[in-house]
């Protein structure tokens, strides 16, 4: 094994799932939201929901895209870079991807292609239908990544037999408490992710007094989405918690920067960390808090991190600020989706210029809140790669060289700089623009199995593409 | 349970060169094409299609890992350079379809980018099985050939041969799909495109004649095994006379039935060995839970849905492209 090939390899695998991680992140969300505005508008008939879905889908067809072509990455880069990983779980996180292959891969390419060129050639229900099922793909996939995560987290249902991994309780692996915690914590990310995003939106076109139907009707569903929804995480997120607090004591006491055994145990707010003295600087701490969040007890016993040999501690930086960045993110979205919502009730929204700026800067936040959250996770579990079985040092390629690995993450990061920025550039160009040019206009009659009756379509379709040019 | 999966992977592995070939194809010859009408006409007949195309390639790749770990894990390492590349090939022609409607000065790119990246994973493809038939250095399961071991003349010379594959069966499906000046333009390419072809077929042959390479004397072992170039023969004459008589609709399968037939040979050449004279197919499968698992789910009802989804995507976009623009 050699070290700088082990380094990079870490790099690379957190540069290319991190890049990937923002798309779904996003399409997941967006795909649910694409299905109730198709679905309202079916019910409805109201065309600023068709306008709406409309230009979305134009969004939502870029980013995909980019997802897709980052995640197929992602299923090689196992084999690749973490050879002995993969020859190790490969009986249990093989089938888990290939569930979320066959499930859900398949159910979303299947179904885009007609979500972005199908309109004419399908009836409206088929075409609602094909909207569902590419959020349904997209949550899927989301669900199956997360048992595959969790199990790398908290293995659980396996016996060791000939250096492999060998499944002997499927329900196990798939029904156990972590992954129903940690799956609804990623799905109602992505949830928020997409209804930031559209609330963001809204705010930007009432910022710049255009838009101003489609704009209320994004800020509206956006942040009422949001505002139910927040709670309802910080709880999830709680319990998420929980299960490191009970399953990976180390994890747990880096993101606290609890460095020895208390009891009962103050909670740090903020200071930093410094692992060579074993002790935290500038520390801000709450007494008997750390105790109430890690057991909910006034008096319980809390690990701390000199409790590990050296060899078995995570890093505690990344994860103890990851963690308070996320929580952060979280608390001003919560108070700008409530503040948002009570002052739309009382149609004092659109007054509220510094609200508007706040909810349109705040798109980005989402996103930061679900990297720091993996980062927590991820960076939190090592010196793991399966937690307490198989260390990352032990996981990767033995016959990977430095200067190959070098090669591979100097062009991944070439070619995703690449694309990243002509994708957000296209994504923001395609936002600026707006829904021009298809507000309110009957787009086509919906003939079934005839591929020529399209003319009718085009003229709307080019004036569009020009609009955002 | 352990032969339900080795089939599944070999179809799953010849769908995948089927359509992501005819794909890719397309994007090799969209280099070739000029004036924005003709590429964006090529770009229609495959838009609406390729996301599932190469997710078929995951699907082998996640076949692989779980059924087979052992040889997903020796042949990744191998195949550490080609991987990437083909993986960044895939990007660049991936975003390109998304990208290039969206874009305005910077639609040169993207066309570029196309036909580049389309190019690199052809070939990348090819010189991996090139590379497998010929074979690949490992000690005690693990790959020890060095970072450039698959990389040959012949590996080369197969990189070579898959990108006129493709492009042949692209020039098909293009024929199949469009009208007008680019069906006919693309029909002057398919005798050159079925030539090179052949003669690679025949370089191949004598090259490994010449090298005595293991896998041939299993032909000579195995006379039956003549019955898949026998098909492919026929298939080829096919081809000829239903180009000849400028049919749209044949050239397309008889070069389908080409490339099952070429997979098949060497498919069955391989039996039963994985990686060839290393690792069987029995040495190689997941355990018996891990099997089972993705049999009962997976296999038996996820399988022939994907099947369906796949039907149900070419019925919609069935027949002649039309010449308006659908989305771009």
Same mark, same amino acid.
């Given at each position: ?10 790099? /690379? ?28 508008? /079916? ?33 090689? /880069? ?392 | ?123 990348? /493809? ?203």
């Amino acid at each position: 094994m050699d070290p700088t090939a082990l380094l990079l390899s870490r790099l /690379q695998f957190a540069f290319t799932i991190s890049f990937h991680i923002i798309f779904p992140a996003f399409t997941i969300g967006l795909a649910a939201w694409l299905t109730v505005l198709e679905a309202m508008h /079916q019910y409805s008939g109201r065309p600023v929901y068709r306008t709406l879905f409309e230009f979305w889908l134009k969004i939502f067809g870029v980013a995909f895209g980019m997802g897709v072509v980052s995640g197929v990455v992602m299923a090689f /880069q196992f084999g690749t870079n973490w050879s002995v990983l993969s020859k190790m779980s490969g009986p249990i996180q093989g089938p888990l991807l290939s569930y979320e292959t066959f499930t859900a891969f398949m159910l979303e390419a299947g179904f885009f292609g007609i979500l972005i060129f199908g309109r004419p050639r399908v009836p409206a229900w088929f075409y609602l239908f094909s909207t569902a099922m590419v959020a349904l793909g997209t949550t899927l996939s989301a669900f199956w990544i997360m048992v595959n995560n969790s199990w790398m987290q908290v293995p659980t249902g396996y016996v060791l037999q000939n250096g492999q991994f060998v499944p002997d309780d499927w329900a196990q692996i798939i029904f156990n408490r972590v992954v129903w915690v940690r799956f609804p914590h990623m799905l109602l990310a992505s949830y928020l992710t997409g209804a930031f995003c559209v609330a963001a939106t809204g705010a930007w076109y009432l910022l710049r007094r255009t838009y101003r139907a489609e704009a209320h009707v994004m800020l509206r569903m956006g942040l009422a989405l949001a505002a139910v929804l927040l709670p309802v995480q910080l709880f999830i997120g709680h319990l998420v918690g929980d299960y490191v607090h009970d399953y990976q004591p180390a994890k747990f006491a880096a993101i606290e920067a609890r460095w020895h055994d208390e009891q009962p145990a103050s909670e740090v707010l903020i200071a930093i960390p410094d692992s060579t003295t074993e002790s935290n600087r500038y520390a801000l701490s709450i007494p008997v808090l750390g105790s109430i969040i890690g057991s909910m007890s006034l008096t319980s016993k809390e690990v701390g991190l000199t409790s590990f040999a050296p060899q078995d501690r995570p890093p505690v930086a990344i994860p103890f600020f990851a963690f308070r960045i996320m929580v952060g993110c979280g608390f001003v979205m919560l108070g700008l989706a409530w503040l948002g919502t009570w002052l739309g009730l009382k149609h004092r929204l659109e007054r509220s210029r510094l609200l508007l700026w706040g909810i349109f800067l705040s798109f980005p936040l989402p996103w930061i809140a679900i990297l720091t959250g993996w980062y927590t996770a991820e960076v939190g579990r090592q010196p793991w790669t399966v937690y307490g079985v198989l260390r990352t040092a032990d996981a990767v390629t033995p016959s990977l060289t430095a200067a190959a690995a070098t090669a591979s993450l100097i062009l991944f990061v070439a070619v995703y700089a690449f694309i990243f920025s002509f994708g957000t550039y296209y994504i923001y160009r395609l936002l600026r623009a707006g829904p021009a040019g298809l507000g309110g206009k009957p787009l086509h009659v919906p003939v079934p199995n005839r591929p020529m009756s399209l003319a009718d379509q085009v003229p709307a379709s080019h004036s569009y593409l020009e609009a955002g040019e | 349970m352990v032969m339900f999966w080795v089939a599944l992977l070999a179809i799953s592995i010849l769908i995948y060169l089927l359509l992501d070939g005819f794909d890719l194809g397309v994007g090799m010859l969209f280099g070739l094409a000029d004036g924005e009408a003709r590429r964006e006409e090529m770009l229609r007949t495959i838009a609406p299609v390729w996301d599932g195309n190469e997710t078929w390639l995951v699907v082998a790749g996640v076949i692989m890992w779980g059924a087979f770990p052992v040889v997903y894990a020796m042949l990744m390492p191998a195949f550490y350079i080609p991987v990437v590349v083909m993986l960044l090939g895939l990007i660049l022609r991936g975003v390109a379809f998304e990208f290039r409607g969206k874009a305005s000065r910077s639609r040169r790119i993207w066309d570029v980018s196309f036909t580049v990246g389309s190019f690199a994973a052809s070939f990348m /493809q090819g010189v991996m099985v090139g590379a497998l038939v010929e074979g690949l250095q490992f000690s005690n399961g693990e790959y020890v050939g060095g970072t450039f071991g698959w990389l040959t003349g012949f590996s080369v010379l197969c990189g070579i041969g898959l990108c006129f594959g493709y492009a042949l069966l692209g020039a098909c499906w293009l024929v199949r799909k469009c009208e007008g000046p680019i069906r006919d333009a693309t029909r002057r390419q398919i005798p050159l495109l079925a030539v090179a072809v052949l003669a690679f077929l025949v370089v191949v042959f004598t090259h490994a004649l010449v090298e005595q390479l293991p896998i041939l004397r299993r032909w000579i072992e195995r006379p039956y095994l003549f019955v898949f170039p026998l098909i492919g023969a026929g298939a080829a004459a096919m081809l000829a006379t239903s180009i000849l008589r400028h049919d749209d609709y044949w050239p397309f399968h008889m070069v389908a039935l080409i490339f099952a037939s070429a997979f098949g040979t060497l498919a069955l050449s391989f039996w039963p060995y994985m990686i060839p004279f290393v690792v069987t197919i029995e040495e190689a499968a997941a355990p018996h839970a891990s099997l089972a698992f993705m049999f009962w789910g997976a296999g038996l009802f996820v399988f022939p849905l994907m099947l369906l989804y796949v039907a149900v995507g070419y019925r919609v976009f069935r027949g002649k492209t039309a010449a308006a623009a659908d989305h771009y």
